[in-house]
């Protein structure tokens, strides 16, 4: 519940604040903080145009991934206090929530019969697909380290006391941060301000999107930040209480939410060959996360 | 400690699979030589000015110092195009140096041995098997130069994984090794980049009997 509200907090500022903070390193002063949210309402209020060869499909899918994004929204906890649904295993459910989601964006960028999504829509597959793994040995060796299997009980019996879990926490935060990247298709991925079709990922499937539709899609980009956010911020508070959880939250956000913005002002886009052997390096180190868990808890040496 | 310096040794051999710059992997032995002085520094249980010395001498100024250093002048003086031209795709490098690891931890997890540290054995073999990886997989001599030193990386951690004290003719036999191949091979390569415009290992395969 209250991980909930956060979250639609945490998002209203969020892509404002990778986006100033662009331009502040770039020497430019930059829009307003929620320039965003208020392209999103002008988006609200249009009617979407729909062309005459696409089916059904390419109208329902903008609403379903919405959906497929508050439902895994509704699945994060916060520090003590559970999300709306919380039951055994239902990382998996988080995980694969979001993947209907991906799936209903990919088929209506293929129903479009525009080859430009097609390719578009291979893509997305593809470094998706890559990057699931990275996920699911990253959260599974943090249920085997704990013992629980549901994200609230994860994260609250999440103790860090040794050198070697606080290098475990640095380096699923620097994952977590990458699976961020690549499910939003920012920076190393994929370019969100390039002009060419050729070169874009999540751009060119929602080149026939209009109005009402692509506000949903471009919102959902911003719930999926702050969601990644706070699965993010779940990995320090544990326990905390609630006064100095809240301010670590926002603290948090607003870290990554910089970090982020420097990281796109300072580097470029990967070559397109060279994406999938570094979404393959997050699973390798998902990897050694996995044999430190196996290190703490003594199953092996 | 040990531990998380071991695991960021790790993750710098996935980096050297996926390197695609010569001047890259010059720097990630430049750090795994840091990263092994650091190792060597805190299992040092009393600390002994001959034996500091001398293992200063072999990781900072010799490791990361000097050669990547004279690494660097051969690549200049030969003018060695910075891509490391591997015989297979980076992302095929990747995934072997990955199940190398994997394997490595599967093989140890089978060794009751209470003197092996365990941890230390998993890393030397892994990086031993990663450099002769290296060595076969890509096309410059130079390369091979640097596969060899990841080896004696590998063999210097097992070194320290059989006992907790380094012994000292062990050390003075690494560094030796070293000193003599990259002399050798920095002079071999030298006379060859005089001569041939090439330091191609595909061209030698033209050397035969008619």
Do not use: W
Not at chain 1, 286 to 295: K, M, N, T
Not at chain 2, 36 to 52: A, H, S
Not at chain 2, 155 to 160: N, R
Request: net charge neutral; glycine share 6%; hydrophobic share 55%.
């Amino acid at each position: 519940m209250l991980s909930f509200i956060l979250i639609l907090l945490a998002s209203l500022f969020f892509t404002g604040i990778i986006i100033r903070t662009k331009s502040i390193a770039s020497g430019r002063k930059g829009p307003d903080l929620f320039q965003p949210i208020k392209d999103v309402i002008r988006l609200f209020k249009k009617g979407a145009v729909y062309s005459e060869t696409c089916s059904f499909i390419f109208q329902i899918a903008p609403t379903i991934y919405f959906a497929s994004i508050i439902m895994a929204m509704l699945t994060v906890p916060f520090g003590q206090s559970k999300g709306f649904i919380s039951f055994n295993g239902d990382f998996i459910f988080f995980a694969y929530v979001l993947a209907l989601g991906k799936f209903f964006s990919i088929i209506s960028a293929m129903d479009t019969g525009s080859s430009f999504e097609g390719m578009g829509a291979s893509r997305e597959a593809l470094y998706s697909m890559f990057a699931e793994p990275a996920f699911f040995i990253l959260i599974g060796s943090l249920a085997l380290l704990t013992g629980h299997t549901s994200f609230q009980e994860i994260f609250s019996s999440l103790h860090l006391g040794s050198y070697i879990s606080y290098a475990l926490t640095t380096l699923a935060t620097f994952v977590l941060i990458m699976i961020a990247m690549i499910e939003n298709s920012r920076m190393p991925i994929d370019d969100p301000k390039t002009h060419l079709e050729l070169t874009m990922i999540h751009e060119v499937m929602i080149l026939d999107n209009s109005g009402f539709d692509l506000g949903l899609i471009i919102t959902a980009g911003y719930l999926k930040f702050a969601i990644y956010g706070a699965l993010i911020v779940n990995l320090f508070i544990g326990i905390v209480d609630y006064q100095f959880a809240i301010p670590i939250f926002f603290a948090i956000q607003f870290l990554v939410a910089i970090s982020i913005g420097l990281f796109e002002s300072f580097i470029a886009r990967f070559r397109m060959s060279h994406n999938a052997q570094f979404i393959v390096v997050l699973t390798s180190v998902s990897l050694l996360i996995f044999f430190g868990v196996l290190l703490i808890l003594g199953k092996f040496i | 400690m040990i531990h998380v310096l071991l695991i960021t040794f790790l993750i710098t051999l996935f980096y050297m699979a996926i390197a695609n710059r010569m001047l890259t992997y010059i720097k990630i032995l430049a750090l795994q030589g840091v990263l092994l002085f650091v190792v060597v520094f805190i299992q040092l249980e009393k600390i002994n000015t001959l034996n500091l010395i001398l293992i200063l001498l072999e990781t900072i100024v010799f490791k990361s110092l000097a050669v990547p250093l004279f690494l660097k002048h051969v690549l200049k003086r030969n003018r060695i195009t910075r891509e490391a031209e591997p015989f297979l795709p980076n992302f095929i490098s990747l995934i072997i140096t990955t199940l190398i690891i994997v394997v490595t931890i599967l093989l140890s997890n089978s060794i009751n041995d209470f003197k092996l540290d365990k941890m230390f054995f998993v890393v030397a073999l892994s990086t031993i098997f990663t450099g002769l990886y290296i060595i076969v997989s890509r096309r410059k001599i130079i390369t091979h130069v640097m596969g060899y030193l990841v080896i004696e990386n590998g063999v210097f951690v097992l070194s320290l994984a059989v006992g907790n004290e380094m012994p000292m003719l062990v050390n003075l036999g690494i560094m030796l090794d070293i000193f003599a191949s990259v002399l050798i091979l920095g002079i071999f390569l030298n006379k060859i980049g005089d001569v041939f415009k090439d330091v191609d290992v595909n061209q030698l395969s033209n050397l035969k009997d008619y």
